[in-house]
Nanobody
Framework: QVQLVESGGGLVQAGASLRLSCVAS????????MGWFRQTPGKEREFVAA????????YYADSVRGRFTISRDSAKNTVYLQMNNLKLEDTAVYYC??????????????????WGQGTQVTVSS
């Protein structure tokens, strides 16, 4: 299994930027895709972005396309989420996830087998 640790969350004003990081350890050689999800109280976990590790192909939710960028640094076993022009509705706990089997960069949380502990992102007006 892969262990994931997120960092980079915080409190920012609307329009600002943040970069989240997720460092993977453990069986990283079996990591085929990584994703970012977010969740607010009382709501289901929502897909944000994903990246196929080998090809670098990226996928985004419509709500963040054009504002967020997912990327990876293979040498550091790290995936990033650059978030620009943050909006109030981006406020959530953001989770990093790893898919060690399919590697499709799916939007479905159930297709990821490892999860980080989450990092809070709060956007204020």
């Amino acid at each position: 299994q892969v262990q994931l640790v997120e960092s980079g969350g915080g409190l920012v004003q609307a329009g600002a930027s943040l970069r989240l990081s997720c460092v993977a350890s453990g069986r990283t050689s079996s990591r085929y895709a990584m994703g970012w999800f977010r969740q607010t109280p009382g709501k289901e976990r929502e897909f944000v972005a994903a990246i196929r590790w080998s090809s670098g192909n990226t996928y985004y939710a419509d709500s963040v396309r054009g504002r967020f960028t997912i990327s990876r640094d293979s040498a550091k076993n790290t995936v990033y989420l650059q978030m620009n022009n943050l909006k109030l509705e981006d406020t959530a706990v953001y989770y990093c996830a790893a898919d060690s089997f399919r590697g499709l960069g799916s939007f479905r949380p159930g297709e990821y087998d490892s999860w980080g502990q989450g990092t809070q992102v709060t956007v204020s007006s």
